[in-house]
Each structure stands twice: as structure tokens, then as C-alpha cells.
């Protein structure tokens, strides 16, 4: 990135689109102007900061909303920057929830995801279950919170508007009694300090508590015991994390006081799930995701001898296909995760590898729910290997399920459906399923 040269008076740029992060997109001339707070169908005025150095892209702060679009509301939530907040968490939230939906499905159009719908619920605040927070010294207390859009700028987050209010209730007790115990943040230049970060999941009524530190030797002993039966939290534990990556999420927890797991429901399956394992943020959608999983494209049932579900989680889908197919082979690689689905955690890479070199026979199913980095090459090559009938890949990152999906189509596999989800409303993030077929007709 390069400063941009001026004008450093604004430009008027009309929005057609958001990018992955929610930013309003419009073109300038040749130049792509990415501005954030702005929305498609939005006349805007707008101040270029710095230009992209390898693309025509320019990345500007709005000025003043010049046309706004019918669906423009106040952001019910406090922290949002429009209402003098930093966090940058929820970039639609100043959008109702019917345009939310229609900027996310032209997003997908724009990476050439046609989705049919996007389902959706009227249940759009407080509906998170899981949440993770950095931790950070906010003059003379603790505060958790998010880093504000590309930056390592901490944004308190209390009162947060979709997180639900157990899980606002757990941060708020953890930041109060890590204070008041003198507990010090993780400061990331001088490499010191004993809380990084904290991650929070609830069943809807009861709170586990992970804390996260660098620290080999950190002691969360007293913190643990303050915290149990304060906010609905029932467990408290803790990972250390040694990588540089910002997934925060560190070794396998270990319990230091309470439950070590909660008893989740999702779409009729019980499921038990330690303090890092993977849970979707909004049950309620991710239900109908899930179940979309066990039909074809078409909402007809899928049946057979043998299916594969790929980055699998704590169950819950191969629980259901386990209902549907005689045979399932699930493949996880979180160790938490893969014991509690009673498999050696394995890579797909690995998983795909050992049964082509089996030269067994072909699935009928293959249900893949990567992360959002996606599938990848070596995978999709993999897949295509396979033979299965059909492949459904449920995804939370549509740039790279995009890439994913040509990889798949040369390999051999047509494209019969594209639907959405919106598992969090007020973000840009959208969860998308696609259906695939080998060869060009698909069969039920
Ligand atoms: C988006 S989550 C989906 C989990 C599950 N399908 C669900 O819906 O609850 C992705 C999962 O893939 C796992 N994972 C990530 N990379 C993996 C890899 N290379 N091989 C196997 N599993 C992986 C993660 O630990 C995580 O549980």
C-alpha cells in the first residue's frame, strides 16, 4: 500500500456492492474504491486514504452519506463506530435485516455463487453462542474486546448487541474479576503479560470460560474460583498458545475449575462440547444448513451405503448422516474434537490419502465443512479422486469456496445448487452449502 495521492477532498462514489468485510464498494474511473460504513444503492462522498499497489483499489473513509439507501437504520449497538464505538465486529448493522441479506447474496453473485435464497431468522441480536475476546488494559482496568478492522487497535466490546447476553454477562465478569485480581493483559510488543485472550460458549443457559495465555507457567487458579458461578459460567479453563496466527485458539484446554463441557442441542442431536471445540454462533440457522446437508439440491432425502463427513467437528453432522447411511466416516483434526467423535485426529489431506491408496470403493456422500480458508488445492484434487457420487461442501468463506468450486468443477464435479444462510446478521459473514455432482446429471 502506498499513500494515495490527493485529492484529499472527497470523491463521490456510488456503492454497488460490499466486499468480504462488509465495506461498501464503488467505481471510480478505473479505481475500486472500498469504503466501509457505505452500502450498495449509496451515493457517497468520500476521502481516499491509500491506494492498493498492486490492484486499482483504494481504500477511503467516508465523508458524508450523500443518497442513502432505503434500508439505512441506526446501529442498535453502542459499540458500533457509528455510535461512537470502535468495533468494527458488525459492518452491516447500520443496514435492516432484509437488505443485509440482499447486499450478502450480491456479494455471493460477485464471486459467481449463485444462491437461490439466503435463509434467515427475525432473530437477529443476541443471538451468538460463541465469542472470542482479546484482553487489553483500558486505563486502570481490563477490558475485552476485538481488534478493530486490519489493525491490532483493541475496540472494547461490553454491551456487545449479538452476542447473547449470557455470554456479555460472562466477558463482563471476567474482565471485572481479572482486575480486581490483579490479573495483567498480554502486551503483544513487550511480549509480557499473562491473559491473551478468552473464549466464551454457551448452550443458552450456562457459560464455559476459556482463557487463553502465552504463558507456560500463568496462573488462573484464583481467577478460575472467582469466576465459577458468576454470569452463568459453569467451567473455567485454560490453553496456552505459543503460534502467531489469529486464530486464537490454543492447545487443548485444560479444566481448572467447574464443568469441562456443555450439553448442546442442534437439530435434534445432543452434543457434548469441551471449551474450544467448534460451535456454530447461531443454532437456529446452522440447523437449517445442517439439514439441507442430508438433502440434494432439490430437498429430495439422500441415502446410501457410505458417506464421508470431512472437517466434521464434535458430530453433529455425521451424527445425522449416521440416520441416513449405513456406513459414516468422519474426519476432524482438533484433538478435543476428534475424541469426541472416537477417531485419531487426522487431516483430510491424510484422511483423503489413505483411502485413495486403499482403492476403496466410492462414497455416495461426501460432506466437507472446512474452514473458511477453504478446501485448497491438495484437497480438491483429492475429492475429485474420490468417485463419490455426490459432494456437499458447506462453507463459512465464499471468496474461497469460489476457488474451491472451479477447482472441483475441472476435476470433474458439476455444480447443482448454491444456497445461503445468514448465521450472523449485522456481519458480512455468510454461511453458503453447495451441492455437487459427478458427471453432468445428478442423482438423488
Ligand atoms: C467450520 S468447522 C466445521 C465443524 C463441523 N462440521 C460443524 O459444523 O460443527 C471446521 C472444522 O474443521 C477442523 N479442521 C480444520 N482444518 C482441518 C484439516 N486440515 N483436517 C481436518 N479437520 C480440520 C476444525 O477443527 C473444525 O472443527
Given at each position: 500500500?502506498?499513500?494515495?495521492?490527493?485529492?484529499?477532498?472527497?470523491?463521490?462514489?456510488?456503492?454497488?456492492?460490499?466486499?468480504?468485510?462488509?465495506?461498501?464498494?464503488?467505481?471510480?474511473?478505473?479505481?475500486?474504491?472500498?469504503?466501509?460504513?457505505?452500502?450498495?444503492?449509496?451515493?457517497?462522498?468520500?476521502?481516499?486514504?491509500?491506494?492498493?499497489?498492486?490492484?486499482?483499489?483504494?481504500?477511503?473513509?467516508?465523508?458524508?452519506?450523500?443518497?442513502?439507501?432505503?434500508?439505512?437504520?441506526?446501529?442498535?449497538?453502542?459499540?458500533?463506530?457509528?455510535?461512537?464505538?470502535?468495533?468494527?465486529?458488525?459492518?452491516?448493522?447500520?443496514?435492516?435485516?432484509?437488505?443485509?441479506?440482499?447486499?450478502?447474496?450480491?456479494?455471493?453473485?460477485?464471486?459467481?455463487?449463485?444462491?437461490?435464497?439466503?435463509?434467515?431468522?427475525?432473530?437477529?441480536?443476541?443471538?451468538r453462542r460463541s465469542a472470542k475476546r482479546v484482553v487489553?488494559?483500558?486505563?486502570?482496568?481490563l477490558?475485552l474486546?476485538?481488534?478493530?478492522?486490519?489493525?491490532?487497535?483493541?475496540?472494547?466490546m461490553?454491551?456487545c448487541?449479538?452476542d447473547h447476553p449470557l455470554l456479555s454477562r460472562a466477558a463482563d465478569a471476567v474482565a471485572d474479576e481479572a482486575t480486581r485480581l490483579?490479573v495483567?493483559p498480554?502486551?503483544?510488543?513487550?511480549?509480557?503479560?499473562e491473559l491473551e485472550a478468552v473464549w466464551l460458549r454457551t448452550d443458552g443457559a450456562r457459560v464455559l470460560v476459556t482463557l487463553v495465555t502465552?504463558?507456560?507457567?500463568a496462573?488462573f487458579a484464583a481467577l478460575a474460583r472467582a469466576l465459577l458461578g458468576r454470569g452463568g459460567i459453569v467451567g473455567v479453563a485454560a490453553s496456552r498458545?505459543?503460534?502467531?496466527?489469529?486464530?486464537l485458539r490454543g492447545?487443548p484446554a485444560r479444566a481448572l475449575a467447574g464443568d469441562a463441557t456443555l450439553?448442546c442441542?442442534?437439530?435434534?442431536?445432543?452434543?457434548?462440547l469441551g471449551p474450544l471445540g467448534?460451535l456454530?454462533?447461531?443454532?437456529?440457522?446452522?440447523?437449517?444448513?445442517?439439514?439441507?446437508?442430508?438433502?440434494?439440491?432439490?430437498?429430495?432425502?439422500?441415502?446410501?451405503?457410505?458417506?464421508?463427513?470431512?472437517?466434521?467437528?464434535?458430530?453433529?453432522?455425521?451424527?445425522?448422516?449416521?440416520?441416513?447411511?449405513?456406513?459414516?466416516?468422519?474426519?476432524?483434526?482438533?484433538?478435543e474434537?476428534?475424541?469426541?467423535?472416537?477417531?485419531?485426529?487426522?487431516?483430510?489431506?491424510?484422511?483423503?490419502?489413505?483411502?485413495?491408496?486403499?482403492?476403496?470403493?466410492?462414497?455416495?456422500?461426501?460432506?466437507?465443512?472446512?474452514?473458511?480458508?477453504?478446501?485448497?488445492?491438495?484437497?480438491?484434487?483429492?475429492?475429485?479422486?474420490?468417485?463419490?457420487?455426490?459432494?456437499?461442501?458447506?462453507?463459512?468463506?465464499?471468496?474461497?469456496?469460489?476457488?474451491?468450486?472451479?477447482?472441483?468443477?475441472?476435476?470433474?464435479?458439476?455444480?447443482?445448487?448454491?444456497?445461503?444462510?445468514?448465521?450472523?446478521?449485522?456481519?458480512?459473514?455468510?454461511?453458503?452449502?453447495?451441492?455437487?455432482?459427478?458427471?453432468?446429471?445428478?442423482?438423488?
Amino acid at each position: 500500500m502506498t499513500r494515495a495521492p490527493s485529492p484529499s477532498t472527497g470523491v463521490q462514489v456510488a456503492i454497488t456492492r460490499i466486499d468480504a468485510d462488509g465495506a461498501g464498494i464503488g467505481r471510480v474511473g478505473d479505481d475500486e474504491y472500498v469504503v466501509p460504513g457505505a452500502f450498495p444503492g449509496e451515493r457517497v462522498v468520500a476521502t481516499p486514504l491509500v491506494r492498493s499497489r498492486h490492484h486499482a483499489r483504494v481504500h477511503a473513509r467516508l465523508e458524508q452519506v450523500v443518497a442513502p439507501a432505503p434500508g439505512r437504520v441506526r446501529a442498535p449497538c453502542e459499540r458500533h463506530p457509528s455510535r461512537g464505538g470502535r468495533c468494527t465486529g458488525c459492518p452491516l448493522l447500520e443496514l435492516d435485516l432484509e437488505s443485509q441479506r440482499r447486499a450478502k447474496l450480491d456479494a455471493l453473485r460477485a464471486l459467481g455463487l449463485d444462491a437461490d435464497r439466503i435463509e434467515g431468522s427475525a432473530f437477529a441480536a443476541g443471538y451468538r453462542r460463541s465469542a472470542k475476546r482479546v484482553v487489553f488494559r483500558r486505563g486502570g482496568a481490563l477490558a475485552l474486546g476485538s481488534f478493530e478492522r486490519r489493525s491490532h487497535r483493541p475496540a472494547d466490546m461490553r454491551g456487545c448487541a449479538i452476542d447473547h447476553p449470557l455470554l456479555s454477562r460472562a466477558a463482563d465478569a471476567v474482565a471485572d474479576e481479572a482486575t480486581r485480581l490483579g490479573v495483567e493483559p498480554w502486551d503483544e510488543r513487550s511480549a509480557r503479560g499473562e491473559l491473551e485472550a478468552v473464549w466464551l460458549r454457551t448452550d443458552g443457559a450456562r457459560v464455559l470460560v476459556t482463557l487463553v495465555t502465552r504463558q507456560p507457567d500463568a496462573r488462573f487458579a484464583a481467577l478460575a474460583r472467582a469466576l465459577l458461578g458468576r454470569g452463568g459460567i459453569v467451567g473455567v479453563a485454560a490453553s496456552r498458545r505459543d503460534a502467531t496466527d489469529n486464530s486464537l485458539r490454543g492447545e487443548p484446554a485444560r479444566a481448572l475449575a467447574g464443568d469441562a463441557t456443555l450439553e448442546c442441542e442442534l437439530a435434534g442431536i445432543r452434543q457434548r462440547l469441551g471449551p474450544l471445540g467448534f460451535l456454530q454462533p447461531h443454532p437456529e440457522i446452522a440447523e437449517r444448513a445442517y439439514r439441507d446437508l442430508l438433502l440434494t439440491e432439490r430437498g429430495e432425502p439422500l441415502s446410501g451405503n457410505e458417506a464421508w463427513d470431512l472437517y466434521a467437528g464434535a458430530g453433529v453432522t455425521t451424527r445425522l448422516l449416521s440416520a441416513r447411511f449405513a456406513r459414516v466416516l468422519p474426519c476432524e483434526s482438533y484433538p478435543e474434537s476428534a475424541a469426541a467423535l472416537g477417531v485419531e485426529a487426522q487431516s483430510v489431506e491424510q484422511f483423503l490419502g489413505e483411502r485413495l491408496a486403499e482403492g476403496r470403493r466410492a462414497p455416495t456422500l461426501i460432506v466437507a465443512n472446512p474452514p473458511r480458508a477453504g478446501l485448497g488445492e491438495a484437497v480438491c484434487d483429492r475429492l475429485a479422486r474420490t468417485g463419490a457420487r455426490r459432494i456437499t461442501v458447506m462453507s463459512c468463506g465464499p471468496a474461497a469456496l469460489a476457488r474451491d468450486l472451479e477447482r472441483l468443477e475441472r476435476g470433474g464435479y458439476a455444480r447443482c445448487g448454491v444456497r445461503a444462510y445468514d448465521t450472523l446478521p449485522g456481519t458480512a459473514h455468510v454461511e453458503v452449502v453447495v451441492w455437487l455432482a459427478s458427471g453432468a446429471s445428478p442423482a438423488p
